[in-house]
């Protein structure tokens, strides 16, 4: 053995730390020079820069897949796919305001599911994969809905519609079937809820900024309006509408966890999201939020007080009765305030009675769509077609947008898709209550009793935003119902194996 060499091995570790420390550095400083550079030039060339934010963006993604390209190579196929499905709704929630500045249609939620889609069909091309037995026929309910959309394409008016229309839809499509992939795993299925609690607390985060700042995101509509509605909040959607009815979704999450678990830190979690959901919701002034909570709130105390005795608690149901005489004075107030005579349901029937308003307007929307629909023979007047025939149809109502999710089925796609649609709706209903009565694990338990109730409460919900084609919220309620019904059915199968 040579003793001249011993040194050597010591030596060498450090020369490399030595060189890694010297590549550091230089990284560094190139990042701040480059840094720099941009920000010059945003000031002085923004529209140029734009092009140069854009291809440092996909310099970042390839030298960062350079230096983790040994992890990368470790990882399968199957669980890159599953692990974006679960980021997926995240993304989906956030929609627009996750986007470069000058390039506001590429945006997170659009640039995962296009890789979703790339990365899935590899996967199942690869692995011949299928569709989980236990969520085929609802999966299989959607695609028909979708293929009869298609269809009906072939006599609309406006194609160029009609082509958009179906393109929202595929996405919301692949973003069903993202978030119904995570119940192959009861782990995947827990890291699911965690990213949507944490979207849910995020939402109200941004809404109790805009509260106290009164600023709003640049998608806001409330960003030039009127300072009369400037006590409104939006968080990541459109209007208070979108923000209320996401809210009114997730209301029996958050409440039905005063029935399924005894840890009163959950209770004092759970009453924090709630307080934070109905604050935020009083700053949006929707009445149909409103009467969907009340309504989620009456059928989740039945539900635990008459179906499951044995699980019943006396304190949820007396929180459940206190919410919902809460509800029932913010409906028939007498406050001055602007904001919370927002949600006076009597106001409501008298603008019906008057002509005019919200009620008159709503009820205009109806008998026009319902004319519309008749005059296509109840076969669909075509994807997307519905805003501009109502809007110019026999009874003129001034706006396009039906507010009404069972009536925009009806119309663009006719009773051929309301028949697929309902069958879809109230058949996953049904098996979910199913999965609430027999499953024995707590969380599949939970999650079947708190979508089932909010698939209840979104049928009256689903009045609240204009359009719910591009509501991702429903779509994410969609894949959380199946998640749990394929994880429920995998584990029965586990079980007798």
């Not at 190139?30 to 923004?46: D, N, Q, R």
């Not at 669980?79 to 249609?105: C, E, H, K």
């Not at 709706?425 to 979910?432: E, H, I, K, P, W």
């Not at 019904?485 to 199968?493: D, L, M, S, Y």
Request: net charge positive; proline share 4%; glycine share 10%.
């Amino acid at each position: 053995m040579n003793p001249t060499a011993a040194p050597a091995g010591p030596r060498a570790p450090a020369a490399r730390a030595r060189r890694w420390a010297l590549t550091d550095w230089f990284a560094l400083a190139a990042g701040a020079l480059v840094t720099l550079a941009t920000v010059y030039g945003l000031m002085l060339h923004p529209r140029l820069t734009r092009r140069g934010l854009l291809a440092l963006a996909v310099l970042a993604v390839a030298a960062l897949v350079v230096e983790q390209r040994r992890r990368l190579a470790r990882l399968s196929l199957s669980r890159i796919v599953l692990w974006l499905a679960i980021a997926l709704p995240l993304a989906a929630l956030v929609g627009p305001s996750a986007s470069l500045p000058g390039l506001r249609q590429l945006f997170a939620f659009r640039v995962l599911v296009g890789l979703l889609v790339v990365l899935a069909l590899t996967w199942a091309l690869a692995t011949r994969g299928s569709l989980r037995r236990h969520a085929a026929s609802f999966l299989a309910l959607l695609l028909v809905w979708f293929a009869w959309l298609t269809l009906s394409l072939a006599w609309a008016p406006d194609k160029g519609a009609g082509l958009r229309y179906l393109l929202i839809l595929a996405a919301m499509l692949v973003l069903v079937v993202a978030v119904a992939a995570t119940g192959s795993s009861r782990r995947r299925l827990q890291g699911l809820c965690a990213v949507l609690a944490f979207a849910y607390l995020l939402t109200v985060a941004i809404t109790l900024l805009e509260m106290v700042l009164g600023l709003h995101l640049a998608s806001s509509s409330l960003v030039n309006a009127p300072q009369t509605k400037q006590w409104g909040v939006t968080s990541f959607f459109y209007n208070p509408n979108n923000l209320a009815t996401f809210l009114a979704l997730c209301w029996p999450f958050l409440f039905t966890a005063f029935f399924v678990t005894r840890r009163r830190p959950w209770w004092w979690l759970a009453a924090a999201g709630m307080g934070l959901g109905l604050l935020a919701l009083v700053h949006t002034g929707s009445r149909s939020s409103l009467l969907t909570i009340g309504l989620e709130t009456v059928i989740a105390v039945l539900y635990f007080t008459r179906i499951d005795r044995a699980r019943a608690k006396w304190f949820g149901a007396v929180v459940g009765v206190a919410l919902v005489a809460g509800f029932a004075w913010l409906a028939f107030n007498n406050s001055t305030s602007d904001m919370i005579r927002q949600f006076r349901l009597p106001g409501l029937v008298q603008s019906v009675q008057q002509g005019h308003g919200s009620g008159s307007t709503r009820l205009g929307l109806l008998r026009s769509g319902l004319d519309v629909a008749m005059s296509y023979g109840f076969v669909g007047v075509g994807p997307g077609n519905a805003e501009n025939l109502v809007k110019n149809g026999p009874v003129p109502v001034g706006i396009g947008n039906l507010h009404d999710w069972w009536l925009e089925v009806l119309v663009d796609g006719g009773l051929p898709s309301l028949v697929v649609y309902v069958l879809f709706y109230f058949g996953l209903m049904g098996v979910l209550l199913k999965v609430a009565r027999r499953a024995t694990d707590p969380l599949y338990r939970y999650l079947a009793v708190a979508t089932f109730v909010a698939f209840a409460g979104y049928i009256v919900g689903c009045l609240g935003p204009s359009s719910a084609i591009s509501f991702t919220p429903m779509w994410i309620l969609f894949g959380v119902g199946l998640a749990t019904v394929v994880r429920a059915g995998r584990a029965t199968q586990e079980r007798a194996l």
